[in-house]
Every structure is written in C-alpha cells, then in structure tokens.
C-alpha cells in the first residue's frame, strides 16, 4: 500500500481557512504593542531628558511633541468610533497634561529618593528604578484612561508590567508621592484608590474579594489612606475595606476588613531553631 504523502501547501492552506473561519468577527485594526511601547517611550524621554541625551533642545522637544500627537491619533483612528470628543482634541487635551504629569512624577520620584537609603540621587531614581519606571507608566496610561481613550492605556500598563512585574492597572487612583520600593509581584487593581504618601513594598496585592462579571462597574478593590506603608507581601482586598491614615501593614498579612487609622497590623508565627546534631 503506498503510503500518503502530506502536501505543505494544502495542509496550509487548509489552517489558513479554519483559522479566518475561527476568528470571523474578530477586528485587528487596533491599536498595537508596538505603538503603545513606543508611544510610553517618547513621553519617558520628553519628560525626562537625562535618560536620552544630555542637552535641552526646543527643535528636538517641538518635534518630539509633533511625533507624540502623531503617534497617539494614529493609535486612536481605530478606536475613533469609540471616542466622546475628536480625535485631535484628545490628542491635544493629552499634550497639555505633560507639564502636571512631570510634576506629579517629581513629587514621586523625591518620596523614593527621601525614604530608600540605598537611592542617591533623583537622576539615580529616574533612570533605574522599576518602581519608578512603572508609577511613570501609571500615570501616563491613567491620563490617557480618564481622558476616554479605549485599549491604549491597558497597552501601556501591560507592557510596564511585562518589563517590571508590577501590574497597576490604569483605573486605579494614586494620589502625591507614591513610593514603590522593589516592586516585583505588586498587583493594584482598577478601582483602588491610594492617597497621598504612601508606600508600598514587593509583593503587596490590593485586590478584589470576589471575581464576578457582574461586579465590573463597582467599587471592588481597597482604600489606603494617607501616609501608610505596607510591607512585602501583605495582601489587602475588598472595596469595603480602608486602611486608615497613618497605618503600617506589616509583611505577609490578609485583610478584609477595614483597619482604624494608626494601627499596626503583623502576622505572627513562631519560629524555632533546632540543632540537628541533637537527636534529643
């Protein structure tokens, strides 16, 4: 019996016609990672110059300005249907925003250099810190989320969380000099909201108690108020739940409850140290 021989073309061919088949319906004019990587990198760099060249340049700024406004309505032609104003207003409204994002990034950047001992300078806290890097990627993606803008702020905070395994998502609310200290594995969810100075260490998750649909539109994930700090690994959910003013979580809690402010909350364990050439 001769044996059959698979043919390449018609085999792709035929993949070909069951994947378009599969995805009927399934738009791919949209925005794309690429864009929004570049996108988050022009406003870096216009923001902060040290981390591009070492001399102010107005023709280079004016056109870097030109390029962001060109970049960003190319990202939203096709979401444009999507949109409550124009697409050169928005664009527009964005660019006006940079001046308060810079000084809002300022104000972040002097609270890490203040509190972290092993920082020594904000120039040092610019252009290495992941933390940093990511409140920088929050606040741009947020300003573009408020201002209406489907998909291209999810793109940045996905591509930040992708390069610093930090996931705050643009919805969430941070107020002045938010601190992020390491950093890896912090997850901050889209309705919480976080007030002023505070700071937050690796591994912290403020999240949701339940996963549902149905819960999209409320208020599902925590508050902390002013001047809190919360240590690695605390994990804090419900959209009930507030930690009050001037509270510090300790490392490795669960809360799901509100605390009072100026609490102390810490887990204890106990922790025993044995001789192992000790058979008693």
Known sequence: ??????????????????LYEAQDGMSIDKPSKKQAKEFLYLCFNLLF?????????????????????HLLTTMLLPVRKEL??????ISLDFIEQLPDIYNMLMKD????????????????????????????????????????????????????????GIDINPGAQIGECFFIDHGT???????????????????????ALQVKKELASTKRHPTVEDNVIIYANATILG????????SIIGGNVWIT??????SLVYHTNEIKIKNINNKK
């Open 1 to 18: 019996m001769q044996k059959n021989i698979r043919n390449q073309e018609s085999v792709i061919a035929g993949v070909l016609e069951r």
């Open 49 to 69: 110059p040290i981390n591009a060249r070492k001399t102010k340049s107005h023709t280079g700024d004016e056109a870097a300005l030109y390029q962001l406004s």
């Open 84 to 89: 409550k104003n124009s697409i050169e207003d």
């Open 109 to 164: 950047a002097k609270a890490i250099c203040d509190f972290d001992p092993a920082s020594s300078s904000l120039e040092e806290v610019i252009i290495t810190y992941p933390g940093f890097f990511a409140i920088t990627s929050y606040r741009i993606a947020h300003a573009l989320k408020l201002l209406g803008i489907p998909l291209v702020p999810r793109l940045i905070s996905e591509y930040a969380h992708s390069i610093t």
């Open 185 to 207: 594995g912090i997850v901050i969810g889209e309705t919480v909201i976080i007030k002023n100075n505070v700071k937050i260490y690796q591994g912290v998750t403020l999240g």
């Open 239 to 246: 959209g009930e739940t507030v930690i009050g003013q001037g």
């Open 257 to 262: 409850s509100s605390v009072p402010e100026n």
